[in-house]
């Protein structure tokens, strides 16, 4: 199935004294179960290819589909179901609020979704080697530790796409590979689709696919052997 696909994607920003355009007709479809890689020099569009797709964005001309519905179809109601319980998002500087443990963290984007399962909290936390730190604040916890969190909460309302940007750029060598380990075993294990934005093409050993975008355009897009 296509779980995402971007038709003739353009996306410029405006304003009063310049327009950037960034994407430009971008044409890309990603299936479900893909673990797609997006490289890019700096300022190639990744980010803002990253959040068209999720809907963060709104294309400025062409069209997204999401879950087979072109994202400017859906209600703004629906959009925000889908935002809170069918896709999850991991950044580069994890985005915890610091006054909450890491249990309390994941909680909440439970609370978001209106849902209440504390063992499912305990399920994920374990998932990604995070039980015995959930009641760390996210000043107790290395950047490696405070990232499984923003990806246990990410995981939380089991969504069926994750979309990560540059998830491993704040964090050391080990520690970045074991984040993409992680990433690797959901896509594997828990089905999940993962469009990770990256600036490693070491991170490309984990993915099935690389979409590499210069100049706002894709210039490579290939299956990789698993
Ligand atoms: N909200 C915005 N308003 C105006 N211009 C923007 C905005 N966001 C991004 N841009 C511009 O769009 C271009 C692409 O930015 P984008 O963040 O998508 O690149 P990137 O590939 O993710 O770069 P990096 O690797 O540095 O994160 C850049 O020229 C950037 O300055
Ligand atoms: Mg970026």
Redesign the pocket.
Known sequence: MKIISCVHLHKN?V?PKVT?F?LKDINLDIHSGDFCGIT?P???????LLYTMSGLEKPTSGEVFLFEKEVAQYEPKQMAAIRKTKIGFVFQFYNLIPNLNAYENVKLAQIIAEKNDDPEIDRILGLVGMKEFKEYFPNELSGGMQQRIAIARSLINDPEIIFADEPTGNLDQKNGQEIMGILKMLNRDQHKTIVL?T?SEDNLKYCTRHVKLTDGKIIRDEELPV
């Not at 700096?42 to 803002?48: F, I, L, M, P």
Request: aromatic fraction near 8%; glycine fraction near 22%.
């Open positions: 920003y304003s950037t960034v890019g700096s300022g190639s569009g990744k980010t803002t934005v600036h």
